[in-house]
C-alpha cells in the first residue's frame, strides 16, 4: 500500500482565499484523522471520522474550518476565508481500528503532511 | 488535565551508546501511553504502545520503552543508537476529552541528534 496520501504537499496563498486540502487513507482503514501542527501548539487533533462520518469535531478552531468525507477513499479539509494564523502543517492520518478507543485505534498511520503558508 | 510532558528539547547521543528520551505523564486510571517518531518532511510514525502488561515494552527499529506507575513515566530506550535514529520523538497519551470521545494527546517532541 502507497500509506496515506496527501495532497498538495505545499500551499502558499493570500489571506482571505478558501484553502482545500486532501487526503487519500490506506484502504481498509476505518478511522481517518485530521491534524495540525505548529510550533506554538504542537501537534492536534481537529476532528476525526469514523466510515466516513464525522465522530468528534470540537478540535475544529472556527467556523472557517469544515471538513468532509465522502466517501471512504477521501477526505477534504476546507479553511475559508484563510488566515495568516492557520499556517501549520495539516496531517491527515488513518487507523485500522474495529473499536472506538481500542489499542488499535491509537496505531495511527501518518500522511506526509500538507505545509501551508498563508501570507 | 490529561497529559504528558517531555522535558527535554534535544537530546544528543554518540553512534553506539545508549539513548534515553524522557515522558512524564499525567492521566486518571490507566494510562494508554504511546511513542511516535517524525523524520524530516515526513509524517509520524507509530513505534510502540503500552497498554497493559509487561512494563517493558518492545517496538519497531529496536527501541524500547519502560512503564514505571510509581514515577509516572515512559522513557524510551534504545541500547545502541544509530546516526538514522536522528528524528523528533513524541509521547503520546490516550485522553478522554468532554465530549465523552477519546484522542492522542501529544508531547512537545523531543529532537534526538546522534553524532557518527
Known amino acids: 500500500d502507497a500509506g496515506v496520501i496527501q495532497s498538495p504537499r505545499h500551499e502558499v496563498t493570500e489571506m482571505g482565499q478558501e484553502v482545500t486540502l486532501r487526503c487519500k487513507p490506506i484502504?481498509?482503514?476505518?478511522?481517518l484523522f485530521w491534524y495540525r501542527q505548529t510550533m506554538m501548539r504542537g501537534l492536534e487533533l481537529l476532528i476525526y471520522f469514523n466510515n466516513n462520518v464525522p465522530i468528534d469535531d470540537s478540535g475544529m478552531p472556527e467556523d472557517r474550518f469544515s471538513a468532509k468525507m465522502p466517501n471512504a477513499s477521501f477526505s477534504t479539509l476546507k479553511i475559508q476565508p484563510s488566515e495568516p494564523r492557520d499556517s501549520a502543517v495539516y496531517f491527515c492520518?488513518?487507523?485500522?481500528?474495529?473499536?472506538?478507543?481500542?489499542?488499535?485505534?491509537?496505531?495511527?498511520?501518518f500522511g506526509p503532511g500538507t505545509r501551508l503558508t498563508v501570507t | 488535565a490529561q497529559s504528558v510532558a517531555q522535558p527535554e528539547d534535544q537530546v544528543n547521543v554518540a553512534e553506539g551508546n545508549p539513548l534515553t528520551v524522557k515522558c512524564t505523564y499525567s492521566?486518571?486510571?490507566?494510562?494508554?501511553l504511546f511513542w511516535y517518531v517524525q523524520y524530516p518532511n515526513r509524517g509520524l510514525q507509530f513505534l510502540l504502545k503500552?497498554?497493559?502488561?509487561?512494563?517493558l515494552v518492545k517496538g519497531s527499529y529496536g527501541f524500547e520503552a519502560e512503564f514505571n506507575k510509581s514515577q509516572t513515566s515512559f522513557h524510551l530506550k534504545k541500547p545502541s543508537a544509530l546516526v538514522s535514529d536522528s528524528a523528533l520523538y513524541f509521547c503520546?497519551?490516550?485522553?478522554?476529552?468532554?465530549?465523552?470521545?477519546?484522542?492522542?494527546?501529544f508531547g512537545t517532541g523531543t529532537r534526538l541528534l546522534v553524532s557518527p
Open positions: 492521566v486518571s486510571g490507566n494510562p494508554y
Open positions: 503500552y497498554i497493559t502488561g509487561d512494563n
Open positions: 492520518a488513518s487507523s485500522l481500528a474495529s473499536e472506538l478507543g481500542g489499542p488499535i485505534f491509537y496505531e495511527q498511520y
Open positions: 503520546a497519551v490516550r485522553a478522554y476529552m468532554n465530549t465523552g470521545f477519546q484522542k492522542l494527546v
Open positions: 484502504s481498509g482503514h476505518d478511522y
